[in-house]
């Protein structure tokens, strides 16, 4: 065994985290299905392996960036007697359960298991703005710190192999709506001729400045005080959305983003809470465990 480290799944993240190794001055083995995204990082000096088990007898550490929960087992399934004893760092997006489903698998074949949740585009691997979260296995995070930290800003969340994948779907939860919302107020600009490329230049600092806003509803969440002062009311909201809902249609403009979040705060008013505070949302949302 050599200390060098074997990458299964060379997309666009998993080449990118394959070539920060390499440029680390690591040893690494690379495999991917299709032999022929291994050829830019062989050319770089990567030992190329033509089957994943090849790949994982070459190194201790197994980092694993495929497709899906389902793609991982369709390639680590067949080769489970060859990774036991090794650790695998696995950065596939999956949801909590899939996560926890692996690290359950990973420890009846003897593997050990770090989830990972990259909050990052490839592009980013290496970088300042690259953070990835971790959780599962602590003594496997902290024995290869050295190689997680040069992919990224690196946080471990805790032993539940979940709380990686949580954090992570938790977040890009925020920046897909988001994205919606941005893309429904393009179209209504658009219904006058303005570009969404200059919406987006006064959408963007709009944005980042609502964003201070976060804390604040944190704070009312957390202290569960939604009759508290100085709070938007879900009655304000209310008016302000059925403004909203009102002016899209108008301009011929869909209300499919505005109608859920409108239905949240409705459903809040309904049950009375009328004057509290527009972060009572929040009791519906999390009322549906
Ligand atoms: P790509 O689509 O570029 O690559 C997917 C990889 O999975 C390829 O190596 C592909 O192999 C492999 N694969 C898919 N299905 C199978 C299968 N059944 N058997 C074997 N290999 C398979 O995706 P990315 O690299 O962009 O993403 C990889 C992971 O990283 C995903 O879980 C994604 O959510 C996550 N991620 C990606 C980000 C991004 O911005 N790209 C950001 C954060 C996380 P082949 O080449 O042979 O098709």
Redesign the pocket.
């Known amino acids: 065994m050599t200390t060098s480290t074997s990458f299964?799944?060379?997309?666009?993240?998993?080449?990118?985290l394959a070539a920060t190794t390499l440029d680390a001055g690591r040893r690494v083995t690379v495999w991917?299905?299709?032999?022929?995204?291994t050829r830019d990082l062989g050319a770089r000096g990567a030992i190329v392996a033509d089957t994943?088990a090849k790949a994982i007898a070459d190194s201790e550490v197994i980092v694993v960036?495929?497709?899906?929960h389902?793609?991982v087992h369709?390639?680590l399934d067949p080769v489970a007697t060859d990774l036991s004893g090794r650790t695998v760092i696995n950065?596939?997006?999956?949801t909590p359960e899939e996560a926890r489903e692996l690290a359950a698998w990973a420890d009846a074949h003897g593997v050990t298991y770090l989830d990972g949740?990259?909050?990052?585009?490839?592009e980013m691997i290496g970088g300042p703005a690259s953070a990835i979260f971790y959780s599962g296995t602590e003594d496997a995070y902290a024995a290869h710190r050295d190689l997680l930290d040069r992919w990224g800003t690196s946080t471990w969340f805790g032993a539940d192999a979940g709380l990686a994948s949580l954090y992570?779907l938790a977040m890009l939860t925020g920046m897909y709506t988001m994205f919606a919302g941005f893309l429904h107020g393009a179209a209504m600009v658009g219904t006058a001729g303005i570009s969404a490329t200059e919406f987006a230049a006064r959408q963007a600092p709009f944005l980042a400045a609502m964003s201070e806003q976060l804390a604040g509803l944190a704070a009312v969440v957390d202290a569960e005080d939604y009759a508290g002062e100085g709070q938007q009311s879900l009655q304000f909201t209310d008016t302000a959305l059925s403004a909203l809902r009102r002016a899209s249609t108008d301009q011929g403009v869909a209300d499919d983003v505005l109608a859920p979040v409108h239905d949240l705060v409705r459903r809040q008013i309904a049950a009375g809470f009328g004057t509290h505070g527009t972060a009572r949302m929040f009791e519906g949302l999390r009322s549906a465990r």
């Open positions: 299964l799944g060379l997309g666009a993240m998993g080449s990118a991917n299905r299709n032999s022929d995204r994943a960036c495929l497709f899906d389902r793609s369709t390639v950065l596939t997006t999956t949740a990259i909050m990052a585009v490839p992570d």
